[in-house]
């Protein structure tokens, strides 16, 4: 096993917890199997969490997590659920819910809307991480879309980097990280 070749989560973990300063308010938009708000609720006063699957959100309510609200609506609808101005860290892990319908599957369309919003809600010296499962049509056409914008973000405002495995298939995931200055 590696140690920073390591899983993607457990990478976009460790960027979250070594080097974000603030932790009061996260956002987990994309729950599945709430691996992702574990690692959030540890450490940031409020979470939320959002997924489209009531099966995936009944599922992680009975956790009983008190700092976590778990939101049963799409990531691109931050604004009606998400009552503070500014959040520290928005997380994603993009594609389908592992063990459960492979159909459905996040889409490019509510991502890149999701990713907008999310960037005006971050606060200065925030961090969004983007982990992209692109071994799927969609997840491809995901991509493609958040690396086209990613790329065009105000390099005065925005720090953008890009981990990505080499030596592994090329529908490897890869993980996007945006620091807002």
Known sequence: MFKYVSDISDLSH???ENHLEKKIIAIDATLGNGYDTDFLCER???VYSFDVQEEACLNYKL?????VSVVND????????VIED???CIMY???FLPGSN???TTLAKTTMKSIEAGLELLDSNGIM????????????????FIMEYVRNLPKNIYGVMLHEYLNRAKSAPLLIVIEKK
């Open 14 to 16: 460790s960027i979250i």
């Open 44 to 46: 940031f006063e409020k």
């Open 63 to 67: 956790k009983n997590r008190k700092n």
């Open 74 to 81: 799409s990531h691109h609808k931050f604004d009606e659920y």
């Open 86 to 88: 500014k959040v520290n």
């Open 93 to 95: 892990n993009l594609g």
């Open 102 to 104: 492979k159909e459905i």
């Open 129 to 144: 991480t983007i982990a992209i499962y692109r071994g799927h049509s969609e997840g491809k056409n995901e991509e493609n």
